[in-house]
């Protein structure tokens, strides 16, 4: 008979895990660098209670072989087996198939092949299934489902009913708590964080609410680090806090950060199998317990067997990518002179997130970590200002260059350079500066918005930032102006939320077509027209279409741009050899190259002065991941 995986929709749980189990099989058991690698051969269809899984039945007639043209396909061992190097892309195969589970990419076809290519010989989507959902069937699961079926017939329960089913079971979770906050009252009266860190008591109720799908989970995927995070969350439970935050330290630089400023409910949460049912498990606020309380217990990172290497490395900018590139490299042995133009380390962590989300001192105690650890920082310095850049590349066996990307996005409205009109991030920077006790700087001027109306233009989490800022520095009225609707706004939701509560007013659905200025020429009002949402553009996204007849102006002593950052210049890099793009990013991985390799042989790159803006967490998995790539040449190099 033909062999295939059978599914018991019954249990199914849609949790993800048989996909991902797939992935990994034909990744040598590594997760992909690259999204769109992410192909699984078996498809979970539907969510929640109505997901069932959908795969290849190796039909014994199958009509994908008789299709074939090249004899890609054939069918031996009792499954149908692709030979990728035959096939021609000509999609018969898929048009053939019944079920609609053979794909194309790159004009190969792509199909469950029974994980044939396992030294185990098992089936990795059988083996990670949590609810045993799916099993392989051939003639010894056939004889099986017949004795089960037998026996619940001769019980008088042929369908099962009255058992607790093993998805029932898993899915009987206690409802998410997470971690307590402040009253907006009282938090609108300070600069502190307003998220309250979880207790003992706490930290074990919700990490027991977490069902274990599968070491490597849904969640594991959607961060992206993998961290461990169903390892690291049963560690907790057992309450061994030390080995969690080991774990933790082992795929992330900075768990204790990115606790409290990830946008988990788009990222790890976002796709926990309890999310639509009980609530999804609070990862973060657990990533944020495991390490604040190791590092309360007095744990440090132990480097003490680490053998030195002879390499030193550049690392030019200290926030989440320079630090996760020069941490892993320190751990490998390496000696790194992190380098950055900013008093302290952290770059948009420390100037640009305000501490109500993330507190400076968590940032200072990092610091003393890293140095600890044989990180040397040079703050202050400004490469191309304070040391040319060729210094670094001729002293050092490799350079990383982690910037980030500042350069403001500007409106194009006549009068944008108004007095009252300022950009998101000097803003913020200037306040936080002012909150850390360093001077002001010409660069980053304060702007008072105290019993003033001040508007916000934009959507995203640096908008929420100036907004709730704004409430704390005791403004008039606050409000946000976004184009389109709430479920369109790239930031977090939880930081909406928290806006709201603070008493921050939203306009959605308003588009800004002019700055009005009053008789000294200082920003009186913004002009605005209302916006419907129209056909998605090319990045999936509802494009706002402009209402005629709508227009209208909103009072504003203070109007804040907050549309985004672009790459900004660095005049350093001129006749280097490192190659910009078009819109000045960083060109990396080019024929040849490793992934974060530029044209300079020996200059690395990551994060947004590579891919552009993006989140904290990303920027510190490009930077770990050219600390790999630069300890592959090194050994390499050593090898000859």
């Given at each position: 008979m033909n062999t295939f995986i059978v599914a018991d929709a019954m249990e199914c749980i849609g949790c993800h895990a048989c996909e991902?189990?797939?992935?990994?099989?034909?990744?040598?058991?590594?997760?992909?660098?690259?999204?769109?690698?992410?192909?699984?051969?078996?498809?979970?269809?539907?969510?929640?209670?109505?997901?069932?899984?959908?795969?290849?039945?190796?039909?014994?007639?199958?009509?994908?072989?008789?299709?074939?043209?090249?004899?890609?396909?054939?069918?031996?061992?009792?499954?149908?087996?692709?030979?990728?190097?035959?096939?021609?892309?000509?999609?018969?195969?898929?048009?053939?198939?019944?079920?609609?589970?053979?794909?194309?990419?790159?004009?190969?076809?792509?199909?469950c092949d029974l994980c044939h290519q396992r030294v185990s010989g098992g089936q990795a989507c059988v083996e990670a299934c949590p609810t045993k959902a799916l099993r392989l069937m051939d003639d010894k699961g056939l004889l099986q489902l017949q004795k089960v079926r037998q026996r619940r017939s001769a019980e008088g329960d042929a369908a099962g009913g009255s058992r607790l089913s093993r998805r029932e079971m898993l899915?009987?979770?206690?409802?998410?708590?997470?971690?307590?906050?402040?009253?907006?009252?009282?938090?609108?009266?300070?600069?502190?964080?307003?998220?309250?860190?979880?207790?003992?008591?706490?930290?074990?109720?919700?990490?027991?609410?977490?069902?274990?799908?599968?070491?490597?989970?849904n969640c594991n995927w959607h961060c992206p680090l993998h961290n461990a995070i169903p390892d690291y969350v049963r560690l907790v439970r057992e309450g061994r806090i030390i080995e969690a935050a080991e774990l933790c330290h082992q795929t992330s630089s900075l768990p204790e950060i990115c606790g409290r400023v990830c946008p988990q409910d788009r990222l790890c949460e976002g796709a926990c199998t309890l999310k639509d049912l009980s609530g999804a498990v609070s990862i973060g606020n657990l990533e944020r317990y495991i390490t604040d309380t190791a590092l309360a217990m007095g744990w440090r990172p132990d480097l003490s067997r680490v053998a030195s290497r002879p390499q030193r490395v550049a690392v030019i900018g200290a926030?989440?990518?320079g630090l996760g590139c020069a941490d892993v490299l320190t751990r490998a042995g390496v000696q790194v002179d992190v380098y950055d133009r900013h008093p302290e380390i952290g770059g948009m962590l420390t100037f640009g997130i305000p501490p109500f989300k993330l507190e400076k001192s968590v940032l200072s105690q990092r610091r003393e970590i890293f140095s600890a650890m044989g990180i040397d920082f040079h703050l202050n310095c400004e490469i191309g200002r304070d040391i040319p850049f060729h210094f670094l590349t001729e002293k050092y066996d490799a350079v990383f260059i982690g910037v980030g990307a500042y350069g403001l996005?500007?409106?194009?409205?006549?009068?944008?350079?108004?007095?009252?009109?300022?950009?998101?991030?000097?803003?913020?920077?200037?306040?936080?500066?002012?909150?850390?006790?360093?001077?002001?700087?010409?660069?980053?001027?304060?702007?008072?918005?105290?019993?003033?109306?001040?508007?916000?233009?934009?959507?995203?989490?640096?908008?929420?930032?100036?907004?709730?800022?704004?409430?704390?520095?005791?403004?008039?009225?606050?409000?946000?102006?976004?184009?389109?609707?709430?479920?369109?706004?790239?930031?977090?939701?939880?930081?909406?939320?928290?806006?709201?509560?603070?008493?921050?007013?939203?306009?959605?659905n308003v588009q800004p077509q002019y700055i009005a200025c009053d008789d000294d020429g200082r920003v009186a009002a913004v002009g605005l027209i209302r916006t419907a949402m129209g056909e998605p553009g090319p990045d999936g996204r509802r494009r706002p279409r402009p209402v005629a007849g709508s227009e209208f102006e909103l009072p504003a002593d203070v109007l804040i741009?907050?549309?985004?950052?672009?790459?900004?210049?660095?005049?350093?890099?001129?006749?280097?050899?490192?190659?910009?793009?078009?819109?000045?990013?960083?060109?990396?991985?080019?024929?040849g190259r490793l992934s974060t390799q530029t044209h300079l042989e020996k200059v690395f790159a990551g994060g947004d002065a590579v891919h552009g803006a993006d989140l904290v967490v990303t920027a510190m998995a490009a930077g770990r991941q050219a600390a790999r790539d630069m300890l592959v040449i090194f050994e390499q190099k050593e090898a000859r």
């Open positions: 991902i189990a797939c992935v990994l099989a034909h990744h040598q058991e590594n997760w992909p660098q690259n999204r769109s690698d992410f192909l699984p051969r078996i498809h979970l269809v539907g969510k929640g209670e109505i997901a069932r899984t959908v795969t290849c039945h190796h039909c014994s007639n199958a009509p994908c072989v008789a299709s074939c043209p090249v004899d890609a396909l054939t069918f031996h061992s009792d499954s149908v087996q692709l030979d990728e190097r035959r096939c021609i892309g000509c999609k018969s195969c898929a048009i053939a198939c019944p079920f609609g589970v053979i794909e194309m990419v790159d004009a190969v076809a792509q199909k899915l009987s979770a206690e409802p998410r708590k997470g971690a307590e906050k402040r009253s907006a009252a009282e938090r609108k009266t300070h600069f502190g964080e307003i998220y309250l860190g979880l207790d003992r008591q706490q930290s074990v109720y919700e990490s027991g609410r977490c069902v274990y799908c599968a070491e490597n989970a926030g989440p990518a996005m500007q409106a194009n409205l006549a009068q944008e350079d108004a007095p009252g009109v300022i950009q998101a991030l000097p803003f913020l920077t200037a306040h936080t500066r002012q909150l850390m006790g360093l001077p002001e700087v010409a660069e980053y001027p304060l702007t008072p918005v105290d019993g003033k109306r001040v508007v916000v233009l934009g959507g995203g989490d640096t908008t929420m930032d100036c907004l709730r800022t704004s409430i704390r520095l005791n403004a008039a009225s606050v409000t946000c102006a976004y184009r389109r609707d709430e479920v369109s706004m790239p930031g977090s939701r939880k930081e909406v939320v928290n806006a709201r509560e603070e008493g921050v007013e939203f306009l959605f741009m907050a549309f985004g950052f672009q790459p900004h210049a660095m005049p350093w890099l001129q006749g280097s050899g490192v190659e910009l793009d078009k819109y000045g990013l960083i060109k990396t991985g080019d024929a």
